[in-house]
């Protein structure tokens, strides 16, 4: 069979079969009670059910395990690392877990990857499996906290999953490629659940399993080119997951929090306060993760130089990251409680019980402060 209508038989399955799976496990999950409840923090209004990070598993690789024709060792151990990955972030979903437990099964499963021979090759020596395993590892938890509104992981996954598996599949690995075909169908199907207003939701399972998937199988792809080369395929790969993660982690230390403190201030819900709905969101993602894809592609079958691609990714995070941070998501500290910080992050105010996921933002006037945005305080 021609290998073009073998990914469309396994993109076609995962997709039906993930499609099928979250309706069955969203009612399960709302009969067990296995169910994100709604908070200050969480912009939905009713309980909403986990599992389809669970569904999407179950799909990509039962469509992956018929219609990849051999496994090879490097695969095979992808696989088994993120089904483990995969279960770590469902306990959490059942039942919280320690981050250290949870850290420490990531790294093993990561190493796991490493052994098998997967390896950035930008040192050449001792250090580059520790900083491969320290950058599966990242991105794995980078994706799970792209997952913060509706259709936003699932669509940046279908996006960077075809395109790695089109630089898999340029360099000969067809089971690779095949396996990251089913992820992106089985995202695609999940969609359907998880598309504003949301259903269902992945959880942690789906966004760790995912992330660790993706962010293992671009080491796994080998580039021509040397080590610049390599870091803009790298970057270009996961670039919104990425970029997320450093508007995080620049922002907050800046507004006086903790990068660990919960928050509606990653890239998405700034773009949510720039004016954008919910979909459009998912959309500018998806869109913004194609775009440095193909660009990955073009790095790896040699078109693009490795030199002048990093380059211009790097000034291209660099601008979005800055723009990004200049959004106000942040709201200024009350002239009565001298005490506290002077910026607190939006979620920490009481706001009334919103209608609907998707609604307009507005800025809500104070008498002593101003103008104040508050992204929890929603209005038809």
Known sequence: MAPWLTAAGAALAALLLADLLSAALSRYALRRGIVDRPGVRKAHDRPTPYLGGVAIAVAALAAGTVSIPYWDRRVAVLVAAAVVVALVGLLDDLRPT????????????????????????????????VVTVAWIVVLANSFNLLDNM???????????GCLIAGAAYLEGQRGLALLLITLSAGCLGFLVHNWAPARMFMGDAGSLFIGFLLA???????????????LAELLLFTFVATVDTLVVVIARPRAGLSCFTPGTDHAAHRLRAMGLTVPQVALTLCAAAGLAGLCGVGVAAARLPGVLTLAAAGTGAAALILLLIKVPVYAAAPAEEPATADVLPLTARPAPEPRHRDLPLRNVRTSDRGSVLHLDEWRR
Request: glycine share 12%; net charge positive.
């Open 216 to 230: 293992a199988a671009a080491v796994l792809v080998r580039v021509p080119g040397g080590a610049t080369a390599r």
């Open 98 to 129: 320690h981050p250290v437990f949870r850290l420490a099964v990531e790294v093993v499963a990561a190493t796991a990857v490493v052994l098998a021979g997967g390896r950035i090759g930008v040192f050449g020596h001792w250090l580059d499996p």
């Open 150 to 160: 509706d259709g936003t992981a699932a669509t940046v996954a279908v996006a960077a």
